[in-house]
């Protein structure tokens, strides 16, 4: 079946960096956008930022703007997000989520598959 697995969450200080990582498996999603979401304690799912099919154009949530990349590589079938200068307002469960070709997408409903989520924690 189809999966989602992400990995590189922890805990990190103010200003730290983290790399998160998210293998896909079960189908190949060269031909999906594929996108990061987080949720903090007592809030809604978030959208973080996404990468469409080839990887030629990503959006970002203006809240990780200039700190936040997303990258992937088709071959190992895994997109990733770079997090860097970390706040402890980012803390959150951060998910990987994929599906669908329409770029620009920003809502949790619009992604078909989901991983089960890492933990990022940042300290003041």
């Known amino acids: 079946q189809v999966q989602l697995v992400e990995s590189g969450g922890g805990l990190v200080q103010t200003g730290g960096s983290l790399r998160l990582s998210c293998a896909a498996s079960g189908r190949t999603f060269s031909r999906d956008v594929m996108g990061w979401f987080r949720q903090a304690p007592g809030k809604e799912r978030e959208f973080v930022a996404a990468i469409s099919s080839s990887g030629g154009i990503t959006w970002n949530a203006d809240s990780v703007k200039g700190r936040f990349t997303i990258s992937r590589d088709n071959a190992k079938n895994t997109v990733y997000l770079q997090m860097n200068s970390l706040k402890p307002e980012d803390t959150a469960v951060y998910y990987c989520?994929?599906?669908?070709?329409?770029?620009?997408?920003?809502?949790?409903?619009?992604?078909?598959?989901w991983g089960q989520g890492t933990q990022v924690t940042v300290s003041s």
């Open positions: 989520a994929a599906g669908g070709a329409v770029v620009g997408k920003v809502r949790s409903n619009e992604y078909e598959f």
